[in-house]
């Protein structure tokens, strides 16, 4: 495997994430009737913020490393992913790597969070624990039945030894909703509440180590909506030359952003114990679900 | 019966107390004052408060003055009105206390709503009202010394005491209850657009007791206000009380002045200002339930809110030249004449208010998740609204029947028709359902006071103003009734104003509100009061929006929020 084959899908995910985000408040502002930011508005943030010395509340080492695990883990999970014909870190057993270095970015807010002695960055903490304990057994389960059904427990195998059968329809309807609440989107911010806990973790943060820990969770949100992607386009498109598959690739994860950015516009914030009961439905749903593809349905 | 006593409820209440009650004074058509000895002041005050058959009897305003300079004495009102259709009527229960001795038997024990009116005269005067629970300081600094008065004759208002202060000696918050951290919430938080400091003591995320601190932006206009401005002046410091009602404190200011001074308001400056004072009443309650939207995450419908909230302000400008503080009331009238071909602007405007607020609150309220966070958070009881003596949609949405505009009509508002919304269940929905239904109400003034507009001065022809007449405006700010109290001095001055602003009357309400339920859901709550920090405390504002307009340009504006035409 060549160098390159890792550098060009890094290098596009972590320049894509942020202009992704650009494009979103774009649409936002479009839903909100105003003109909003240029697209690239959020590189233009991100740059001025990683030229910033920050301001340390803290000594403690996981305050300062938790920005770069979670960047570095974000970028881990991009490397499993298919882009096009191109894989770069394909193995079997992807997937558990894929959900673990997900989690670790979580992880890295919880640690950084639970690392001060204030209520704020505790509250963020408690609630993306609370989130992701309620969410990531969702995700696994909707890949899990993936795996069952294409009998492969490699992500960018997967796809492409699908068979049609109703479980799958519903796994992916399931993935969406992972995806989503993984992702950190209105109603399902809570972690992240500006008004409420003043972005959480966050609100410690400032300068170089405020600008990568965005980044980590862009980059993330992109992971995210591409593995969603990838699960639509890349059975439907077998036989394509890599380049038309990563084109139509891009362009449902395009799809697929614009549509969650309208929906959040149209939402006001759950409560973190709505939340918690809406992804618990959810996961027993799940469970039914699994059952069915266990039963080769 | 005693002489003065020509109205039921004041009848009964001198029947009542007998020999103990030694004089009363009709002082205005609809205001008595009752003199009583200063240890009969809890009896008599609560009295009146506990009726059960007066139904919304409230504490509306408490004063302390200094009248040792004419009286040789301290004196201290306690004003209640009475309200829900039981009568026109505001009672002060006056009593004086000699220098030597400041004490008297403290109302809180019997109505907390008291509580910060005598934590106020205990600050700024040096009264001191016994067996009252929380007497730490409500309004003066940390670094104000101890024993000096700033509402005091004998202190100048250019005096700035200072005293050195220690660690231990620094304002006494409660101590957490057992098992639970202090979350503290301000006074810099980014869902509370002006500083006040919250102590939520909590348990996980729940919120078992609350304790807090305001008064930062305390600047002592009131005493500004005595000696040193003349009627006319104060009433533009009145209306920079606040940023957003602005001109229902000037209203209240201003009449209180012409019922002191017997001055008779022209119609059609009456009706100047019901209009002004109702557009004063739509930006405010689009702003609110704007900001509400925003504190639970929904911004489409904050932006939204400001978008059809902006025409407003420009409808504003075009009528008196100012988007905010108008600088339309003067003592015995208004400043400036509406133009009559602006009649079908305004119109045009509130048309497309109408139709574009009534999409607003569908598509607002038809968000689940929106509903979700608002409904049954928040709840603050009649039973609570009551003892607080809580006023406006905060205390409409709590089951409280009381409207200043219906109990005790002023400017225009005994010729105009309006409902009065009242809610039971007292949550975050039911005070957003309030605001919104008054929206509309107050398009309807409106309309019916430009129908109904008649010709004529706007200005009132009065020489003086008597010294020693004591008299009280009120208004039904968005926020709830504002109450000025004004005691007319010599050379065109005032001997004392107090001004309270409807938040003065909640804010104590809000613990109540906020213990049982999460941290998540503390802004929500605390803006769903519409609190405003800057009346509560007196001072100066200037409103953000003016300020950006002079600095943003406005077509640029437009093109940036906005597609209106």
């Not at chain 1, 195998?157 to 989503?180: D, E, K, N, Q, R």
């Not at chain 2, 001795?101 to 809180?108: A, H, K, W």
């Not at chain 2, 660690?167 to 957490?176: A, G, Q, S, T, V």
């Not at chain 2, 089951?399 to 225009?412: K, L």
Request: net charge negative.
């Amino acid at each position: 495997m060549a160098l390159w084959e890792i550098i060009v899908p890094v290098s596009l995910v972590l320049t894509i994430a942020p202009i992704l985000d650009g494009m979103g408040r774009k649409v936002k502002a479009k839903v909100q009737m105003r003109q909003g930011p240029p697209i690239l508005q959020t590189w233009y943030d991100l740059t001025s913020l990683l030229s910033m010395e920050p301001i340390l509340p803290t000594d403690g080492l996981s305050f300062r490393l938790a920005p770069y695990v979670a960047l570095a883990s974000a970028v881990a999970a991009a490397t499993v992913l298919p882009y096009g014909g191109l894989s770069p870190l394909r193995f079997s057993g992807d997937f558990f790597v894929f959900l673990y270095v997900v989690a670790m970015v979580s992880i890295a807010y919880i640690v950084a969070g639970f690392s001060l002695p204030n209520t704020y960055t505790n509250a963020g903490a408690n609630r993306e624990m609370m989130m992701v304990l309620s969410i990531e057994p969702v995700l696994g389960v909707a890949i899990g039945i993936l795996a069952i059904n294409s009998h492969s427990l490699c992500l960018s195998y997967m796809p492409l030894h699908l068979h049609a059968s109703p479980s799958i329809f519903l796994a992916i309807g399931l993935l969406a909703y992972a995806v989503y609440v993984e992702g950190g989107f209105v109603p399902f911010d809570a972690a992240e509440a500006e008004t409420e806990i003043l972005e959480g973790t966050l609100c410690e943060y400032s300068g170089r180590l405020l600008g990568v820990f965005k980044w980590a969770l862009m980059v993330k949100r992109f992971v995210l909506l591409w593995l969603l992607g990838s699960f639509i386009v890349l059975p439907l498109t077998k036989g394509f030359p890599g380049w038309a598959v990563f084109l139509l690739q891009l362009t449902a994860v395009l799809a697929i952003y614009f549509a969650v950015v309208t929906v959040e516009a149209h939402n006001a914030r759950l409560r973190i114990d709505q939340a918690i009961r809406m992804n618990t439905k959810v996961f027993l749903a799940s469970l039914v679900v699994l059952l069915i593809a266990s039963l080769g349905w | 019966m005693i002489e003065g006593a020509d109205e039921k409820h004041v009848r009964e209440v001198c029947e009542r107390f007998g020999e103990r009650i030694k004089r009363v004074e009709r002082i205005a058509q609809n205001q008595w004052l009752l003199l009583v000895d200063k240890n009969d002041v809890r009896e008599v005050v609560s009295y009146v408060i506990n009726r059960k058959d007066w139904g919304e009897t409230q504490l509306s305003t408490m004063v302390g003055t200094d009248e040792r300079p004419i009286r040789g004495r301290f004196s201290i009102i306690y004003w209640l009105s009475l309200n829900g259709g039981e009568g026109d009527v505001f009672i002060g229960v006056k009593a004086y206390l000699r220098e030597e001795d400041l004490s008297y038997p403290s109302v809180t024990p019997e109505h907390p709503g008291a509580s910060w009116y005598e934590r106020e005269v205990h600050d700024l005067l040096g009264i001191e009202p016994e067996d009252h629970p929380d007497l730490r300081r409500l309004v003066l600094p940390d670094d104000w010394p101890y024993g000096v008065y700033p509402l005091r004759k004998d202190f100048d208002y250019t005096d700035s005491p200072r005293r050195e202060f220690t660690e231990e000696d620094k304002y006494p918050y409660r101590k957490p209850p057992e098992g639970t951290v202090v979350h503290p919430l301000g006074p810099y938080h980014v869902a509370l657009d002006e500083p006040g400091h919250f102590r939520l003591f909590v348990r996980g995320e729940e919120i078992v007791d609350v304790d807090y601190r305001l008064f930062y932006q305390h600047r002592g206009i009131e005493k500004i206000a005595e000696r040193r401005l003349t009627y006319d002046q104060v009433n533009f410091i009145a209306e920079r009380i606040c940023g957003i009602c602005g001109s229902s404190h000037a209203v209240a200011y201003a009449q209180a002045i012409e019922t002191a001074g017997g001055i008779e308001v022209p119609e059609r400056a009456a009706y100047i200002r019901t209009v002004m004072l109702e557009i004063e009443r739509l930006h405010s309650h689009i702003l609110n339930l704007g900001l509400a939207c925003h504190d639970a995450g929904f911004d489409t419908a904050f932006m939204h809110a400001f978008r059809i909230r902006e025409p407003v302000m420009w409808l504003a400008e075009r009528l008196t030249g100012n988007r905010k503080t108008y600088g339309m009331v003067l003592v015995g009238g208004a400043r400036r004449d509406f133009l009559d071909y602006r009649k079908g602007l305004i119109e045009k405007t509130l048309k497309r208010l109408k139709e574009e607020f009534r999409e607003w609150v569908d598509s607002t309220l038809s968000t689940g998740t929106f509903v979700k966070r608002c409904e049954g958070v928040g709840v603050l009881s009649y039973r609570d609204a009551k003892r607080w003596s809580s006023v406006g949609p905060w205390a409409r949405a709590s089951g409280r029947n009381i409207d200043v505009r219906r109990d005790h009509p002023y400017a225009a508002y005994r010729d105009l028709d309006f409902k009065v919304p009242v809610y039971r269940e007292g949550d975050v929905l039911a005070r957003c359902m309030v605001r919104a239904e008054e929206v509309f109400e107050s398009i309807w003034i409106i309309e019916q006071a430009l129908d109904q507009m008649p010709g004529g001065d706007i200005l009132a022809d009065y020489r003086e103003i008597p010294a020693r007449k004591e008299a009280l405006g009120y208004v039904e700010a968005p926020r709830g009734e504002d109450v000025h109290y004004v005691m007319t001095g010599d050379e065109n001055t005032l001997y004392r104003w107090r001004v309270r602003a409807s938040t003065y009357n909640n804010f104590p309400s809000l613990p109540d509100a906020l213990r049982g339920n999460t941290i998540a859901d503390a802004p929500l709550i605390i803006a769903s009061m519409d609190p405003c920090y800057s009346c509560t405390e007196r001072l100066q504002v200037v409103d953000v929006n003016t300020g950006r307009v002079t600095v943003v340009k406005e077509e640029e504006l437009v093109r940036g929020c906005c597609r209106w035409e």
